[in-house]
């Protein structure tokens, strides 16, 4: 479970999050939707360790990830990440990408992380492509690998930024029915996107994001049928 | 028709040899110089990188080796180092100047390539699990380094043909060999284009594998 208590993010002066409580359960999925600029993506590098924070606690599974001591190397492997940038390693091939983590951090053999690997890949439909560079990849073909890269590492809960918002509108069907396999596999997932159809058929909840607080969370029949704030309301309207 | 007679009588078989040991003399002082200025150049790139505390010490020292003409440090430092009371052979001292000034070349080079790594990927890499020093390892380095390999090679040509410089030690190397073959046989042409070929003989090597790495790394 990932508990958020209270959790407040200053860059400088400027307060990006103020004041985020919210749990997510184990098997969960949580889409987080908001305006450019509420703090989305802020509160997934605070969920990791990427960002430090200014004032609350988050916890993953019990361990405080900004306590002073916590390993975040290791915090980091139960909490895989894709980003809206396609950020595959351009040096290493398709398997090598997936299987360097694997590799590195958990000190799996060679040949068992290329293993782990493959399944992976084969998992999100990149099988073919083993021995290619990542240059040679689609938009959506490098966001699959990315998800295979972060599966490798055998995470209890993902998270999407946006993983879909840099690609071609042709492309983004193939990344979305990948994340909604993993969604059906029980995976514990918090996405944070900008499309409608999959937060509401998706997700066991959805959360409104405005300016740094949750302005409004629930249901995504509730959310999108009968929005009770105005700013949501006017959200969708924008939006839909 | 006598003058011919000269030159050809002037440059012997053996004088190719000596010619090709000096070559392997200036092979020697290159790569020495080359591998010890890289490694040490990349880690000057880190700290330049990654310290932005040690600019402020670190840009001016460089640029001191940088741009103070390399035969001026070779003759300062040759001379210099006898008043502390230490020995060293010209091929010695050659080393250390040239690979201080191939570091102070590579370190704004790697510098550059690892500043080009931009954050969205180091935070991927992190979020992986990676440690700083897994991620520099495994993704930073070699990411940044490909990006400047081809201004990497153009140092390594570099330092090759400054190499030459060494000469005003004693050190024959290619230069030195060629001086005195010129002056016995008085055949200046003749002796410095052998010596121009082994030059390129050296540096061939190494362009054609740039070559062939870069093309490699462009897929
Ligand atoms: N490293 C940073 N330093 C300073 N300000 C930052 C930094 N990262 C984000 N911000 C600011 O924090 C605010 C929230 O950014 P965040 O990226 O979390 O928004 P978002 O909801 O993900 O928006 P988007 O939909 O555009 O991705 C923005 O005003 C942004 O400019
Ligand atoms: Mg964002």
Redesign the interface.
Known sequence: MIQIENLHKKFGALEVLRGIDLAVNKGEVLSIIGASGSGKSTLL?CI?G?EPISEGRVLVDGVDVHARGTDL??L??R???V?Q?W?S???LTVLENVA??PR???GLPRAKAEEVARRQLEHVGLGDKLAQ?P??LSGGQQQRL?IA??LA?EPEYMLFDEATSALDPELVGEVLDTMRMLAAEGMTMICVTHEMGFAREVSDRVAFFHQGRIEEIGRPEEMFGKPRSPKLKRFLAKVL | MSNTVTYFTGFRGADLLFLAEAAWGTLKLSALSIAVGTALGVGLGWMLAELRATRPILVPLLDVFRSVPLIIQLVLFFNFVPMIGLGLSPFAAGCVVLSAYAAALVAQVARAGIESVGRPLRRAARSLGMSYGQAMRHVVLPMGLRTVFPAWVGIVLGVMKDSSLVSVLGYVELLRASQILITRTQEALFVLGVAGAFYFLLSWPVSWWAARHEKRWQQ
């Open positions: 590098y990791n990427l190397n290791r980091r492997q909490l895989g990440m980003f940038q950020n390693f351009p040096h360097l983590a590195i951090v958990r560079y240059a040679a990315a890269r972060a590492m």
